[in-house]
T-cell receptor, first 114, second 114 residues
Framework: ETGVTQSPTHLIKTRGQQVTLRCSSQ?????VSWYQQALGQGPQFIFQ???????GRGNFPPRFSGLQFPNYSSELNVNALELDDSALYLC?????????????FGQGTRLTVV | AQSVAQPEDQVNVAEGNPLTVKCTYS??????LFWYVQYPNRGLQFLLK??????LVKGSYGFEAEFNKSQTSFHLKKPSALVSDSALYFC????????????FGSGTKLNVKP
């Protein structure tokens, strides 16, 4: 198991609601990114946070937003939930010591929008 | 743009037989290639990576991968499959401009039968 932890593990929300997902990165990792994995697909990059600022974003609308805190933990917020937002949301952290390092993933949060 | 492709949705192999899970990539610049495994209701676990050097990379749990620049491939292999290897396997390439951004393939489900 990696040191990346996510909460909650499962969540059910109603269309139109807002949701906040949380991630604690592995010790020493100051870069955190979020991915959406829809059923039967590979993870898709949402955005990345480095030193509390977003510094890279995938093809996701602005209703997907995030935060990173001084302790490098992070939140993913999704507003105005849609049915298609139902997916496994994965958080990943890396040690920016070099491009050869791998990313460490949490176990994910399964979001179901009904 | 960078991308990876996994041409097989599913691979079936008998326990004890060798296995191969295929991956091809498209990158501009140096390829940083990774394999991850996902067990049901779990996050992604790192298996191995190719950064530079020897074209045969050895990783966790007896897995290895062969980097072939001329064929732009990075196939995952194991000499003798175990039933416990049954899982979903993802090939990924790191974005050359964004440290924690990975492009994932659609995944290959490996079924190892006793």
């Amino acid at each position: 198991e990696t040191g990346v932890t996510q909460s909650p593990t499962h969540l059910i929300k109603t269309r139109g609601q807002q949701v906040t997902l949380r991630c604690s990165s592995q010790s020493g990792h100051n870069t955190v990114s979020w991915y959406q994995q829809a059923l039967g697909q590979g993870p898709q990059f949402i955005f990345q946070y480095y030193r509390e600022e977003e510094n890279g974003r995938g093809n996701f609308p602005p209703r997907f937003s995030g935060l990173q805190f001084p302790n490098y933990s992070s939140e993913l917020n999704v507003n105005a939930l849609e049915l298609d937002d139902s997916a496994l949301y994965l958080c990943a952290s890396s040690n920016p010591g070099g491009w050869s390092t791998e990313a460490f993933f949490g176990q994910g949060t399964r979001l179901t929008v009904v | 743009a960078q991308s990876v492709a996994q041409p097989e949705d599913q691979v079936n192999v008998a326990e004890g037989n060798p296995l191969t899970v295929k991956c091809t990539y498209s990158v501009s610049g140096n390829p940083y290639l990774f394999w991850y495994v996902q067990y049901p209701n779990r996050g992604l676990q790192f298996l191995l990576k190719y950064i530079t050097g020897d074209n045969l990379v050895k990783g966790s749990y007896g897995f290895e991968a062969e980097f072939n620049k001329s064929q732009t491939s990075f196939h995952l292999k194991k000499p003798s499959a175990l039933v416990s290897d049954s899982a979903l396997y993802f090939c990924a390439v790191r974005d050359n401009n964004n440290f924690n951004k990975f492009y994932f393939g659609s995944g290959t489900k490996l079924n190892v039968k006793p």
